[in-house]
């Protein structure tokens, strides 16, 4: 760090890492400490909507989110769609993951309204950007699927398992986590429409 610079690229991306590392260790204050230093060297560095910004505060708002601090995980999350639909356009990989991050942040905070509107748009132009039968469109389907089930749209649930459970076999994903996590769902949603009470698998 004294050779690079406390706020050089390299360093960030370490940080960034070490991080992790602390919130993985339990050593929360730690990891939150680094993550929000690391954002505020790169907004000061690189600007606030570059990409590595962009990187680094969905860094801090998804530890915050784990944190419990959904206040300021929202904030950041929002903060962070709105630069990414700005520079990046509304169907871009990277905007797509992040307005997945917010509509999961709605979702856990109880906004279960704002976050279907946010998921179903996200499987709308993840359809347009990555094509309806893309592996990345697997994890969108599923989490609105989810968010149909909490609402009580238990049919549109079944409809998007159903789809996502055919599109991962097409992929050749059979053992892999969505493809695990759409049969399970699948099977779960079909309990809770016939009346019978079932956990479901989280997102």
């Given at each position: 760090?004294?050779?690079?610079?406390?706020?050089h690229?390299?360093?960030l991306?370490?940080?960034?890492?070490?991080?992790?590392?602390y919130?993985?260790?339990?050593?929360?204050?730690?990891?939150?400490?680094?993550?929000?230093?690391?954002?505020?060297?790169?907004?000061r560095?690189?600007?606030?909507?570059?990409?590595g910004?962009?990187?680094?505060?969905?860094?801090?708002?998804?530890?915050?989110?784990?944190?419990?601090?959904?206040?300021?995980?929202?904030?950041?999350?929002?903060q962070?769609?709105?630069?990414?639909?700005?520079?990046?356009?509304?169907?871009?990989?990277?905007?797509?993951?992040?307005?997945?991050?917010?509509?999961?942040?709605?979702?856990?905070?109880?906004?279960?309204?704002?976050?279907?509107?946010?998921?179903?748009q996200?499987?709308?132009?993840?359809g347009?950007?990555?094509?309806?039968?893309?592996?990345?469109?697997?994890?969108?389907?599923?989490?609105?699927?989810?968010?149909?089930?909490?609402?009580?749209?238990?049919?549109?649930?079944?409809?998007?398992?159903?789809?996502?459970?055919?599109?991962?076999?097409?992929l050749?994903?059979?053992?892999?986590?969505?493809?695990?996590?759409?049969?399970d769902?699948?099977?779960?949603?079909?309990?809770l429409?016939?009346?019978?009470?079932?956990?479901?698998?989280?997102?």
């Amino acid at each position: 760090m004294r050779d690079l610079g406390s706020d050089h690229p390299d360093v960030l991306c370490s940080r960034d890492i070490l991080a992790r590392i602390y919130e993985k260790a339990g050593r929360l204050t730690e990891a939150l400490d680094h993550f929000e230093q690391n954002l505020a060297d790169a907004e000061r560095v690189l600007g606030p909507d570059h990409h590595g910004a962009l990187v680094y505060r969905n860094s801090l708002a998804g530890a915050y989110g784990r944190a419990g601090r959904l206040t300021e995980a929202i904030d950041l999350f929002e903060q962070n769609l709105t630069n990414a639909e700005r520079v990046l356009g509304p169907v871009e990989i990277n905007t797509l993951y992040y307005r997945n991050g917010l509509a999961g942040a709605y979702e856990m905070a109880g906004r279960l309204t704002e976050a279907v509107g946010l998921y179903e748009q996200n499987l709308a132009e993840g359809g347009r950007g990555l094509g309806r039968g893309s592996f990345g469109m697997l994890q969108y389907r599923n989490s609105l699927a989810g968010a149909y089930e909490k609402v009580g749209r238990l049919s549109e649930a079944i409809g998007l398992y159903e789809q996502n459970l055919a599109d991962a076999e097409r992929l050749g994903v059979h053992d892999y986590s969505e493809a695990v996590l759409s049969r399970d769902n699948l099977a779960a949603a079909r309990l809770l429409e016939g009346g019978v009470s079932s956990d479901r698998n989280d997102q």
